[in-house]
């Protein structure tokens, strides 16, 4: 069994910055990549970044690049998704989730299999 335990997240100002952390507890290490997905009120689940375990690559959403990071600890089975410069628009609740597989992308929400908790990121004006 797979469970992801998510922190941070809160309330931030527009132009601030937070950072979440998911941490991946696994009896047997399954998972080749971890994502980072969001969903505001009335809108569907949207990626927002990956990265793989083994080498550290990263991808990310349109809407994120060049102010979001994600960046991972092996040793802490942890993966982190840097904020910086929230805008109003990135108000969600985020997900980190699992993708058991080796793949050319991780943008599509049907290819993970275990989900984080989710944590609410409101970023006001």
């Known amino acids: 069994q797979v469970q992801l335990v998510q922190s941070g997240g809160g309330l931030v100002q527009a132009g601030g910055s937070l950072r979440l952390s998911c941490v991946a507890y696994?009896?047997?290490?399954?998972?080749?990549?971890m994502g980072w997905f969001r969903q505001a009120p009335g809108k569907e689940r949207e990626f927002v970044a990956a990265i793989t375990w083994s080498s550290g690559r990263t991808y990310y959403g349109d809407s994120v690049k060049g102010r979001f990071t994600v960046s991972r600890d092996n040793a802490k089975n942890t993966v982190y998704l840097q904020m910086n410069s929230l805008q109003p628009e990135d108000t969600a609740v985020y997900y980190c989730?699992?993708?058991?597989?080796?793949?050319?992308?991780?943008?599509?929400?049907?290819?993970?299999?275990?989900w984080g908790q989710g944590t609410l990121v409101t970023v006001s004006e």
């Open positions: 989730a699992t993708d058991p597989l080796e793949r050319e992308t991780y943008h599509h929400i049907t290819q993970y299999e275990y």
């Open positions: 696994m009896r047997t290490f399954g998972s080749y990549a």
